[in-house]
């Protein structure tokens, strides 16, 4: 199915929630079991959050993946595929427990009317809130023949997007991986915890 003109999600939630989760996640374990789900890199056993003020992407793409510790333990991912976005008001934190106490490390970028920019970015997310406006959305498509250059198994359940806006951006994720991502006015720092949502 595709629609000619805008099409927005009002929930809240977005389209990750297409896939039922048990479903997913029994697809993906027999995927990796058989070496059919590609794994770019062994993740940390802490998932981090992102946050971003608006998200304006070109060349959408989202289906099933998993995320691999390096121990060897698997997290049923959602992989969202933008062959280029900018993002406002950029925010990504983690936070660990350590033998010091809680930890935060917090990133701001992207304010002040300029945006950061990523161009092939990708995201194995496990959680998507935001209010939504895709161009041109195909759902249900063959995860192999999204419109994306970073493409999925074949015939597994896809999406795909010329163009997405999510105003409100917040994002649980374990990775999130791209061929440049330019931080303008970029602030790190460590924190007691504090985190961007």
Not at 51 to 59: F, I, M
Not at 92 to 113: C, D, H, M
Request: with cysteine.
């Amino acid at each position: 199915m595709k629609f000619n003109k805008l099409t927005q999600s009002r929930a809240g939630r977005i389209a990750l929630v297409a896939i039922p989760a048990t479903f997913l996640s029994t697809v993906l374990m027999a995927g990796v079991a058989q070496g059919a789900v590609p794994v770019s890199f062994a993740v940390s056993g802490s998932q981090f959050k992102i946050g971003a003020s608006q998200l304006d992407g070109a060349e959408f793409s989202q289906y099933g993946g998993v995320a691999v510790q390096a121990d060897g333990k698997p997290h049923p991912v959602a992989i969202a595929n933008i062959g280029t976005a900018s993002l406002s008001d950029l925010c990504q934190s983690v936070v660990s427990k350590t033998p010091l106490g809680t930890i935060g490390l917090l990133i701001n970028a992207g304010g002040g009317g300029k945006p950061a920019v990523a161009t092939a970015l990708q995201t194995g997310m496990t959680d998507l809130q935001g209010d939504a406006t895709f161009t041109n959305i195909r759902i249900g498509v063959d995860a192999s023949k999204v419109n994306t250059s970073a493409k999925g198994t074949a015939g597994e359940f896809a999406q795909d997007a010329d163009h997405v806006v999510i105003a409100n951006l917040k994002q649980t994720a374990w990775s999130t991986q791209a061929g440049t991502f330019a931080l303008n006015g970029m602030h790190l720092q460590l924190t007691g915890g504090t985190e961007c949502f």
